[in-house]
């Protein structure tokens, strides 16, 4: 408005021909154009930067909601860490329900992983029971490297692997025929070596599940001995995993204190010594020294009473305490 009026009254001025006026009303003229130029100039510039906070506003969101996408795809988790935070509402809500879909998909995978888990133990259970000599082996040993891995003080999460391992350590053995598994006299070499190929059936069973890969070691590697003399790998020492070493005790202490088909259970006092003899050579010193700790506190009652409230399905009607296990 000042502006236009100051225009008017300089186009009259110009009107009236006077040489000092004509000078005077270029030089307001040019500065009237700069200032035009500059105030433009300004506006332009101002407008693209709301233009550019405006586009930052809405592209910065949906760049780490394409981001979160990405790492998805790339890890294989759909996680329920979606931005919500943008000022566009859709964008928001499409965050909202990728969120949803990550829950859902999660509690899906976490059920599908509990049924699986529960389905290979109840075939590791029903392959105990087919022998009725085994059955309810896998949960005492269970019960007993827990207790184990409990009295070392190992973290929680690793005594729970072992305690589940220890329950599927067998798996492998549905590769192998009623003929042989139940087999009452010794077996051939062809047998045995028949026998032995259940740790590594039992490795490609677990491989089959991805979350399972945990027990693995323990499946595998359950007969390796301390001094290198066991398989399928003839591991030593350190070279096999803690858990597989516990477990190998209590399966093979499992194994000495009940009857099997072709013997009777070793008396209590003669399985302590088994144990004593071959600590260094068969077992673990360490675990042997744990384990005979805690037989020698009687805490033999409790963990057999801890692995009876897990299966007591498993375990043959006319069993006592020390009835008829085996590995
Ligand atoms: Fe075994």
Request: with cysteine; net charge negative.
């Amino acid at each position: 408005m000042v502006v236009g009026a100051t225009l008017f009254a300089v186009s009259i001025a110009a009107g009236t021909g006077a040489p000092g006026t004509t000078l005077g009303l270029k030089a307001v003229g040019g500065s009237f154009r700069s200032l035009f130029v500059m105030v433009g100039g300004g506006m332009v510039l101002l407008a693209l930067a709301v233009a550019a906070l405006a586009s930052h506003s809405i592209t910065r969101p949906f760049r780490r909601l394409v981001y979160a996408l990405n790492e998805s795809e790339k890890t294989g988790r759909l996680k329920p860490e979606f931005p919500v935070d943008s000022s566009v509402h859709d964008l928001n809500r499409l965050a909202e329900a990728l969120n949803g879909a990550a829950r859902s998909a999660h509690m899906s995978r976490t059920e599908l992983d509990r049924t699986c888990l529960q389905f290979i133990e109840t075939m590791s259970q029903a392959l105990d029971a087919r022998d009725p000599y085994t059955a309810g082996h896998s949960i005492r040993v269970s019960a007993y490297a827990s207790a184990v891995a409990t009295e070392m003080r190992l973290p929680a999460r690793d005594v729970e692997i072992i305690r589940i391992a220890a329950q599927l350590h067998d798996v492998g053995k549905i590769g192998v025929p009623d003929a042989v598994l139940l087999k009452p006299g010794g077996l051939t070499l062809e047998e045995y070596n028949l026998v032995k190929l259940h740790t590594k059936t039992g490795r490609r069973i677990l491989e089959r599940v991805g979350k399972f890969e945990e027990f693995i070691p323990v499946v595998e590697l359950h007969h390796e001995n301390y001094d290198g003399s066991g398989y399928p790998y003839g591991l030593a020492g350190d070279l096999i995993p803690l858990s597989a070493r516990i477990v190998h005790v209590a399966d093979s202490f499992d194994a000495m204190t009940t009857s099997r088909s072709y013997r009777m259970a070793l008396p209590l006092q003669a399985a302590i010594e088994e144990l004593e003899n071959n600590a260094g050579g068969q077992f673990d010193p360490e675990i042997t020294e744990v384990f005979l700790r805690l037989i020698a506190e009687g805490k033999q009652e409790e963990i057999l009473m801890a692995a009876d409230r897990g299966v007591v399905d498993a375990m043959p009607a006319s069993s006592n305490r020390f009835p008829v296990l085996q590995a």
